[in-house]
């Protein structure tokens, strides 16, 4: 209700799920916990994540069910590759927000980097 709330004043919401594989979240902690720039960002809560990949993903899964809707859908975006991923979204954004000046070919997102959530496609997240 409090989205469609603000859908119908007239605000434009966007949601992006960021989904990453298991095996890319394993290899980016595994890179971060060896770099002393970035090893203080690892925590316990890491490895306590990995090891319930499977009861993280059920809960993804369920929130993305009960919170997509019509008036402010989810869009998945794959993202083990960071850059493709953000790409993906700023290309998705420019879009689907009005500009006068905008290059309509620019603002072509690659569909097997970003799709609609929809309950039949959930199992295509990244497990």
């Known amino acids: 209700p409090f989205e469609r709330m603000l859908v ?3 605000i434009q919401l966007f949601k992006y799920y960021l989904d990453i594989s298991r095996k890319e979240q394993k290899r980016r902690l ?3 916990a060896a770099d002393p720039l970035t090893h203080w960002k690892v925590s316990p809560v890491d490895e306590t994540a990995l ?5 993280y993903s059920a809960a993804r899964d369920a929130m993305l069910e009960h919170t997509h809707a019509r ?11 960071k850059k493709h991923a953000r790409l993906n979204v700023l290309r998705d954004l420019a879009r689907r927000i ?5 290059n309509k070919h ?3 997102p690659d569909r097997r980097v970003l799709r609609p959530y929809g309950p039949d496609r959930g199992k295509l997240l990244a497990r």
């Open 8 to 10: 119908d004043s007239g």
């Open 30 to 32: 595994s890179q971060r």
């Open 51 to 55: 090891k319930r990949w499977d009861d």
């Open 71 to 81: 008036s402010a859908p989810w869009i998945v975006v794959s993202a083990d590759n």
């Open 98 to 102: 009005e500009c006068p000046d905008k």
């Open 106 to 108: 620019l603002a072509v």
